[in-house]
Each structure stands twice: as C-alpha cells, then as structure tokens.
C-alpha cells in the first residue's frame, strides 16, 4: 500500500492513479499480461488492484506455500510495470466505454455529482475514475509518470496475514523487493477541505426520461481517525445507518416514499463528508427531502435517547468482529490502521471505545454534523418536473450527465 491515491491525480489529470493501477497487471519489464496472469492463476492465488482518495493498494491472495514466488510477482508489478502502449490505448477505450454505460445509472450520477460539487477544486473533488475529458488525453506517459513520482521503498507497506513465520518471511521480502530503491520520500499531502462547497445549494442532474429521482444531501464532517468518530458512529446507526433507523421507519415504513434509505461519514485523511440518500418517485421527491431533513434536524437538536446509544453500541460492537474475520478483511484493517493513525491498539480497543461513548458526547457529535448549515442537495431526475418542488430547499442549479462524467 502507498498512500498516494487519487487525491494525488494532476489537475486535468484526474482518475490517473486509478488508471495507474489497472494497468499494472499489463505487463512488467520482464513479463507481458499473460505471462503475469498465468504464474498467478497457476497456483490459485488471486490478485486485486486498488485505488482510493487516500491510497494505492495491491491485494495478493496465496496459498502459503507459494508466498515466496507471489512475493516476486509483486515486486515485479510494483517495481518495474512497463505500462505498453497498446494495453494503455485498450485501458482508456475500456474507461471511456464505461463513462458511456455510466450515464444511465441515475445513483452513480448523483453520487459523482455530490463528490464534484462538495469539495469543488479540492483534491478530493472528483471521481477515483476520473472524467471522460481528463481519460480522453491520457498516454503512455501519464501512468509512467505518476508511478515514478509516488511508487518507491519509503512510502510502501506491506501487511502479511496467515499461518506464515515472520522471520522467513522477512527474508522472502527481502529477496523480492531487495533491489527496490528510489522514488519518493512520502506519499501525498493533502490540505483539509474547508468545509463543504456550496452550502445549501440544490444541484439537479438533468435526466428528463427518468420516473424516479435519486437524492442525496450531504455536509462535513470529521477527518478519519479523528476521536469524535466513535461519538459520531453512535449517531449515524440511530439516525440511518441500521436496518431500524429513524430515516427507515419515518421514510419506509411510516410513508411508503422509498424502499431504500440511508446515511454515513465519508471520513478520508483529510476530511469527511456526512450524507443522507435516498430514492423516490419524482412525484414525492419534495416530501421525501423534507423527511430526510426533518429528521436529520430533530437528531441533531435533541441528539440520540440513552435507549438508542445502547442500542447502537451493540450494534457496532458485535459487527466488528466481521471485518476482521478472514485474512483478507484483516489485512485490510491494518492497512488502514497505518494509512490513517489510528494506533497499535486500534483492534483491541475498538470495542471497548464504542461502549465508552456517552449520551451527551452523541448529543454533541449530532449537533456538530448534523447539518448545523444548510446542506448541499443533489437530485438526479427530470429538471422541469423537479424544480417547483425543490426551489423552497434553496437556490436551483441544473447540470447535464454529461457535466459529471
């Protein structure tokens, strides 16, 4: 893992850590795509390429016994990835076709356009995938060039779990990323957000053959790591972030406005986000906005009941243990316990700071996220239809798909 993620993507450049990564598979200096793929599904290992905001990761699943080969496979994608020019010409058609399929997923449409609009000129202001303006001018060297500004010795972790002996695999590391040497010191610096762009603005994404609309609203919040998370973990799961919160028996149960509903904290390195989403009719996109802020209001006014703290407490306590369950999921963890700061004892204490959390510490992480400002609203759905039904949220401003792609 290198913590050099799209936050790191060029201006004009954006979704190149992620193209970066798709296309590491593709060939090294001493073995083409084939060759790759066969040496790892000869002895059933798997292999995950991952980009995020905040970092790059590869993922390697091995049987233990083909570690050490697997270990060579690694480096040899880290280190020495050749990034041939007809594998990049077939990586940006396959992007670009993607960006075409994109444009009829109203929920990705609104997701990209929150991203977009929220943290507007910030890094973290675009899609992990990029746009189809900045993937249209990508060349062989723009993946060569982001691999030799963050891909080096310094800046990289690797996270071994299973039933493997640390000391021989110490020397397997050795051996294999051994020659690794340059590159840079550290990976990405990214400033704070600064808040949330356009406050209180409603963005509506034009889809005018649409039946439905897709809504989101969304706010700051806290940066991961940050003590307040676990006050703040309390309040999501009461107000949206279980199958009986207050947004699922007010939206779904109650009023019948939409099947699905929910809310979450987007905590990156950096800053955060706090979003509420939804879907309904276009016909009851107006009443649903105005449930999903009522109750968004009434949480962050009187904050959580002891009953519900309880209650989520033991929510989020017995869930933990499934993240860490198998090697993958655990390796994962760690990876973002480095990533992030989050301590050694970030495992071990998880559990016993949720139970920690008091009522008035909910109280107040409601208070500071629950939209103390009026939120920036996203609906994707049909503009003319939508308009007399939003103007009363807040100033109207209408986008095209093809504005977010």
Known sequence: MLASGAAGDPRGKEGLADFTMRLLRRGTAHRDAHTLDEAIEFVG???????????????LTTPAEHLPAML?????????????????????????????????????????????????????????????????CFTRQDPAGFHAAYFGPRPAQL?????????????????????????????????????????????????????????RLAGPAYRRGAPVQFAAQIVNVTLGGGF?????????????????????????????LFSVSSFTKVETTGKLLS???????????????????EKAQRYLAGLFPLRTETNESLAAVLADMALYGLGDDWLDRYRDRVR??????????????????????????????LRPQLERFGPVEVLSADDVL
């Open 159 to 215: 996270f071994v779990v299973g039933s493997v002996d640390p000391e021989e695999v110490g020397r397997h590391v050795d051996e294999a990323f051994g020659p690794w040497a340059g590159g840079p010191e550290r990976g990405v610096e990214v400033p704070p957000p600064g808040g949330v762009a356009r406050s209180g603005t409603v963005v509506v994404v034009d889809r005018p053959e649409q039946t439905q609309s897709q809504v």
């Open 291 to 309: 449930v999903m802020r009522q109750e968004v209001d009434r949480m962050r006014e009187r904050g959580p009941t002891q009953a519900e703290v």
């Open 244 to 272: 009986t919160s207050r947004l699922v028996r007010e939206v779904r149960v109650k009023r019948g406005l939409s099947y699905g509903v929910g809310s979450s904290f987007d905590a990156l390195r950096a800053g955060g």
């Open 45 to 59: 290992a798997s292999l995950g390429l991952f980009a995020g905001e905040d970092q790059v990761a590869l993922a």
């Open 356 to 385: 920690a959390v008091t009522r008035p510490e909910a109280r107040e992480a409601a208070a500071r996220y629950c939209f103390p400002e009026p939120p920036l609203t996203v609906v994707v759905g049909p503009a003319e239809r």
């Open 72 to 136: 060579g496979v690694l480096s040899e994608l880290a280190r020495t990835p050749s990034f041939p020019e007809e594998e990049v010409r077939t990586e940006r058609e396959r992007t670009l076709g993607q960006f075409a399929n994109d444009v009829d997923d109203p929920s990705l449409l609104a997701d990209r356009a929150l991203i977009r609009t929220a943290w507007a000129g910030h890094p973290y202001g675009h899609d992990v995938s990029g746009t189809r303006a900045s993937v249209t």
